[in-house]
């Protein structure tokens, strides 16, 4: 190939404009929950259905700060969440914004929601607050990963936060575990919520994965 | 990656912007640079709204030779933070478009890539929105990441084809990084601090 050195470089922004069709910011995402009990039976299940077969499941350990920041009078509040692997400290720290979840009628078998998912420095925690963010709350996260073609299937646990407590002291937040099932993927890709909707059924009646609301979760009394 | 000094070459009477570029080109190429493409860095400013507080400002550099990353510098009173991310992040300012606003024409500098040894050299037209500002020039050693060990040998390389107009002293910004390990954030801060100055000269310079 001849290089052409006089090519004037494209910009940033008509990159990213040219790619904002490939450019995953759907969330498909159904949530529910196990018993602490029976978490050992999901998993095993788990292991027989997903991919990573050979490999076993993936275990993570996570760091979750969740931030909002508000704009102008009644507008609803930009939420932001910051994570890292307390398990690989030197990977680089996950910064995601996540848009008002649609919950859809009967007929849409997940909810779908805007989700922008950027790789930083660590510095990221520093550059929100000063931004004008404020922290909401946070929280340690611990269990396994699958993956099942598109799909991400997370096994985790709950904790509350540090503030100096070892880590391995941690107090769980409940005696359950939080099972989510989601594929990030462009817009207009429903075809995958299906495919969800039929491996959530697989997962029936060990865990039962829904939509959940949960606008609806913290307006009760 | 190596360490870059960023060096304003000074504008002057009857020769244009082109012109200058030109005649940089002729110089380095004598020198036995080969040209390698173009390169492009560019500088977005966003103001914060009035009701968060305290005005911030936050600055999205993109530089054409880290084009997966996208450089965030946040001047909040006389701190500044700055943030790696990858390019998404340009998604999130959109995001925040009521919160944070374009308030400033942006800012770039670009123009013809050398490689001549060990050294990459930069000759970069500064525009802000229409207008020329005046002409950048990068100088990059590749083999060394520590300011404080090349700079009299960079020094030496940009007096060898701009002269008189090299200072004896590093850019600002690098005087208290010399002896740190040099990271491309370090590069667009000179741009920052560079950019500054023409945001404030109200001709070319």
């Known amino acids: ?221 | 990656m190596g360490v870059t000094v960023l060096q304003q070459f000074p504008m002057v009477e009857n020769r244009t912007g082109p012109q200058t570029i030109e005649f940089l080109t002729k110089r380095v190429v004598a020198l036995g640079a080969v040209q390698t493409g173009q390169f492009l860095v560019d500088c977005e400013t966003y103001m914060s709204v009035p009701n968060l507080g305290p005005q911030r400002t936050v600055h999205v550099v993109h530089n054409s030779e880290a084009p997966a990353s996208v450089f965030a510098v946040l001047e909040s009173g006389q701190r500044s933070v700055p943030l790696v991310a990858d390019g998404l992040f340009d998604l999130l300012m959109q995001k925040m478009a009521t919160i944070y606003s374009k308030k400033q024409p942006k800012i770039e500098a670009k123009g013809p890539r050398f490689e001549i040894a060990d050294f990459c050299v930069k000759l970069g037209s500064v525009t802000m929105g229409q207008n020329f500002k005046g002409v950048l020039v990068e100088v990059e050693y590749r083999p060394c990441l520590v300011a404080s060990s090349c700079w009299e040998l960079v020094r030496e390389f940009l007096q060898g084809f701009l002269g008189s107009v090299v200072p004896a002293t590093p850019p600002p910004y690098l005087q208290n990084r010399m002896n740190e390990l040099y990271q491309p954030i370090d590069t667009v801060n000179q741009y920052l601090e560079q950019f500054a100055q023409y945001r404030k000269a109200t001709g070319v310079r």
């Open chain 1, 1 to 221: 190939m001849i290089e052409n050195v006089s090519q004037p470089v494209s910009t940033a922004t008509e990159s990213l404009n040219a790619a904002r069709n490939i450019i995953p910011n759907q969330e498909y995402l159904l949530q529910g929950s196990v018993m602490d009990s029976a978490v050992e039976v999901l998993l095993h299940r788990l292991r027989g259905l997903c991919d990573n077969v050979d490999s076993g499941p993936e275990p993570f350990y996570d760091h979750e700060m969740c931030f909002s920041i508000r704009g102008a009078g009644s507008m609803q509040p930009l939420l932001l969440r910051v994570r890292r692997a307390l398990d690989y400290q030197d990977m680089p720290w996950q910064l995601r914004y996540i848009g008002q979840p649609e919950i859809g009628d009967k007929s849409r078998p997940t909810i779908v929601r805007n989700s922008i998912d950027i790789g930083t420095s660590a510095t990221v925690v520093e550059f929100l607050t000063e931004l004008g963010c404020r922290m909401d709350f946070e929280y340690i996260v611990r269990g396994y990963m699958f993956r099942k073609g598109r799909m991400k299937i997370t096994v985790s646990k709950i904790f509350k936060s540090g503030q100096g407590k070892p880590l391995d002291n941690m107090e769980a937040l409940s005696q359950s575990y939080l099972v989510e099932l989601s594929v990030l993927a462009p817009s207009g890709q429903d075809a995958i919520a299906e495919d969800m909707r039929s491996f959530a059924e697989q997962l029936r009646p060990l865990v039962q994965l829904e939509k959940v609301d949960c606008k609806r979760l913290q307006h009760v009394p």
